[in-house]
């Protein structure tokens, strides 16, 4: 099975064209965050959603954490995935698939310790992908992704073993750890940002090299 490849915090129309034009499967939209890089409005993220091919995945990212506002949050972007950055605070998935029935969900799992495998192997049976992240839910200042680091990958291995959904491994990938990353966790895909990325713009070399070792 070939690893499938998300790039995220895809800025404009020209970016999305260049992931998709190297093999990417998957592109990020960033809405409105409390910290981290690539968040651009509601608007922006639907005009480029609107150019994305049919056969892409479109990930919006949201930091919403009530049902109600994730819905309302997805009618003004129009992707077709939704990725959920926090924990679910109030309402259900299954209010979400009620609302928009054609829309997959994706719910990040922030990769912790011991505890954030009982969490991802629950949270499973009610998603259609799980993405495993790097970030700091519990920070003074929450950090939901985008922090360039890698977590313990001994954890996201025991996760995608026992997952019965598709897993995207991310945190702090780039070309030089990504095969690595790959024979160690196994994942359906992997997800980056910051490591395709020089003075927050796409890097076309750094694209292009890090799936030349995805492939590899």
Known sequence: MSIKVKICCIASEDEAQMAINVGASALG??????????????????AIATTIPSHIDSFMLTSETKATEIIQHHKRTLTNTIQIVDALSEGTYRDIRIELPSLKIVQVIHVIDENSIEEALRIAELVDVLLLDSGNPNAAIKELGGTGRTHNWHFSKRIVEQSTVPVFLAGG??????????????????DLCSGV????????YKLESFFEAVNY
């Not at 910290?35 to 651009?40: A, H």
């Not at 990325?197 to 076309?204: F, M, Y």
């Open 29 to 46: 939209l960033v809405a409105k965050m409390p910290s981290g890089p690539g968040p651009i409005s509601d608007e922006k993220i639907m």
């Open 173 to 190: 990938l780039h070309a030089d750890n990504v095969r690595d990353a790959i024979e160690k966790v196994n994942p359906y895909g992997v």
């Open 197 to 204: 990325r020089t003075n927050g713009n796409l890097d076309l």
